[in-house]
C-alpha cells in the first residue's frame, strides 16, 4: 500500500492519509517556495553536521511522506526518500529504535530535517487556522535544524504500523499529545512512544503526538541545504 515514491517497509495503514485543501496550485506553491528567501538567523554554536539515520542505525524504517503523494499535501515535495539528522540526534534515535525493541515495536520515521524552503511551502499551502502544524519559515523551525523527526511504531511481529489516535500529519485535536478520545491502546501506544523517545533525549511537541525535538535544537543552524548538498557533505 505505498504510493509512487514510497520506500517499502512495514505494512501500512490504509485510513491514516490527511490532505488539506490547498491554497495553491502545487505549481505556483512550488515557485513560490522557491523564490522564498531565508532569513539572516543568528550563528548557531554547533556546526551542522547531519548524517543518514539509516547509515547511522539501518534497522529504522522509513516511510517519507514528502517524497511521494501520500502526504497532507498530495503531491511530493522531497526528491527522494531520506531522512537526515544532526549527528548526536541520529545516534539518540537509535538509542530509541532499541528501546522500541524491548517493547516489540521498530520505528518507522516519516521526516526527519526538512529544507527551510519546505517549510516555506507549507506555510504558504495552509489556512492560517491550520499554522500551528506547520513551522514558521520566519523564525525556522526545528525541522530545519536536522533536530526534529516525525515517526510512529510498528510491530516487530507483524511488520505492521500500529493503529494510533490519529493518522500523521492530521491537523485535528486528535493529533494533540493530551487528546483523550479514541480507542485508549492507541493512546497507550503513542504515550509508549512519548516515554521512549523521552528516555532517549528528545522532547515531544504539544500539537502532534509524531513529532519529536531533539533536546540540544538550540545550538543548531537553520539550513535550507537540499539533500543532494547534504549527502555530499556528509561523504566528505
Known amino acids: ?30 515557485a513560490l517556495a522557491g523564490q522564498a528567501v531565508m532569513p539572516a538567523f543568528a550563528p548557531a554554536p554547533r556546526a551542522a553536521d547531519l548524517v543518514d539515520i539509516t547509515r547511522v542505525d539501518p534497522a529504522i524504517a522509513l516511510d517519507i511522506r514528502y517524497a511521494c503523494s501520500r502526504n497532507f499535501l498530495g503531491f511530493p515535495v522531497y526528491p527522494a526518500a531520506r531522512a537526515f539528522l544532526q549527528r548526536p540526534a541520529a545516534l539518540a534515535l537509535s538509542h530509541a529504535r532499541r528501546l522500541a525493541g524491548q517493547h516489540g515495536y521498530g520505528l518507522l520515521v516519516y521526516d526527519a530535517y526538512r529544507p527551510w524552503h519546505v517549510t516555506a511551502l507549507f506555510r ?21 535544524r536536522g533536530c526534529a523527526v516525525d515517526l510512529t511504531l510498528w510491530e516487530l511481529a507483524t511488520r505492521r504500523v500500529v493503529p494510533m489516535p490519529s493518522g500523521f500529519d492530521e491537523m485535528t485535536p486528535r493529533a494533540h499529545v493530551d487528546y483523550a478520545g479514541g480507542d485508549a491502546q492507541a493512546r497507550l ?48
Not at 128 to 133: A, K, N
Not at 199 to 216: I, K, Y
Not at 222 to 230: C, I, K, Q, R
Open 189 to 236: 501506544r503513542r504515550d509508549l512512544l512519548a516515554r521512549i523517545m523521552q528516555a532517549s533525549g528528545f522532547v515531544p511537541l504539544a500539537e502532534e503526538w509524531w513529532h519529536f525535538d531533539f533536546a540540544d535544537w538550540a545550538d543548531y543552524p537553520v539550513l535550507d541545504l537540499s539533500f543532494d548538498a547534504v549527502a555530499q557533505v556528509e561523504k566528505a
Open 1 to 30: 500500500m505505498h504510493a509512487p515514491g514510497c520506500p517499502p517497509g512495514p505494512v501500512l495503514e490504509a485510513d491514516d492519509l490527511f490532505r488539506v485543501p490547498a491554497r495553491l496550485a502545487p505549481g505556483a506553491l512550488q
Open 124 to 144: 504558504a499551502a495552509v489556512p492560517e487556522s491550520l499554522h500551528e502544524f506547520v513551522g514558521d519559515p520566519a523564525t525556522g523551525s526545528r525541522h530545519n
